[in-house]
């Protein structure tokens, strides 16, 4: 059965770290795709500094070329605060129940899941894919009690995910990169050189709009 990862974030820029993690994504599981969802005004964290058609134009840019990545941009043009649980309920309607839907995340990320909307319905509608550093899986020690007790009941391997559409909770290895949006707009702001964290077609667009320049700067 083919297996869908979801992909979500302001993307505000797409980086290199992203884009590591999607690849690592469908090197280390039996995914069929990546959709990449850009948010319009995300739930969990402060609205993004590029406006919703810039931040898909470095996206598409950034995806150039690999027919494994597609994007999804119905949300970006939400007045409402988007949250995961709705977004996967969304996709649920559109794709039905039975395709295997596998939301990828960081370990960081996935510490908190028990701040974000709704979290446990997520289990009832995707997979959960978490994205380790190499020598750097977090233990149930690190997790809050209630997520611990989630993954204690979850944790399955990779092969699992075609057997049924939601429910388990994977972890893949990905490189070790330490990139963040944030880093990325305070390095093109204090005028440093942002070439080794962005793909080459995005710095050129950031360039060319003059995009997270000092005067629009925002942490």
């Known amino acids: 059965m083919s297996v869908c990862g979801i992909f979500g974030g302001t993307f505000d820029p797409v980086h290199l770290g992203h ?9 280390e599981l039996p995914l069929a795709e990546v959709l990449w969802l ?9 609205p993004p500094v590029a406006r919703a058609a810039q931040r898909l134009s470095m996206l598409e840019l950034a995806l150039a070329g690999n ?18 649980v709705h977004t996967l309920t969304r996709l649920r309607m559109q794709l039905g129940t039975v395709q295997p ?7 960081d990320s996935f510490l908190s899941l028990p701040t974000w909307l709704r979290w446990r319905e997520l289990f009832d509608l995707a997979h959960i894919a978490v994205a380790d550093r190499p020598g750097h899986q977090h233990d149930a020690s690190a997790m809050p009690a209630e997520l ?5 009941r979850r944790a399955a391997p990779a092969e699992r995910l075609d057997t049924c559409a939601s429910g388990t909770v994977v972890r893949f290895d990905m490189p070790q990169l330490e990139i963040s949006s944030s880093a990325v707009r305070a390095a093109i702001a204090a005028g440093k050189s942002a ?3 962005l793909p080459g077609a995005v710095l ?15 942490p």
Do not use: C, M, N, Q
């Open 38 to 46: 850009p948010s319009g005004s995300p739930g969990h964290r402060a």
């Open 148 to 152: 611990a007790l989630e993954v204690g």
């Open 101 to 107: 839907l596998v939301l990828l995340v960081g370990a």
């Open 67 to 84: 027919p494994r990545f597609r994007i999804d941009a119905a949300e970006l043009a939400a007045d409402e605060p988007t949250y995961t």
């Open 195 to 197: 070439g080794h964290l």
């Open 19 to 27: 884009i590591a993690l999607a690849d690592a994504a469908l090197r």
């Open 204 to 218: 050129a667009y950031i360039d060319a709009h003059r995009l997270y320049r000092k005067e629009t700067y925002k």
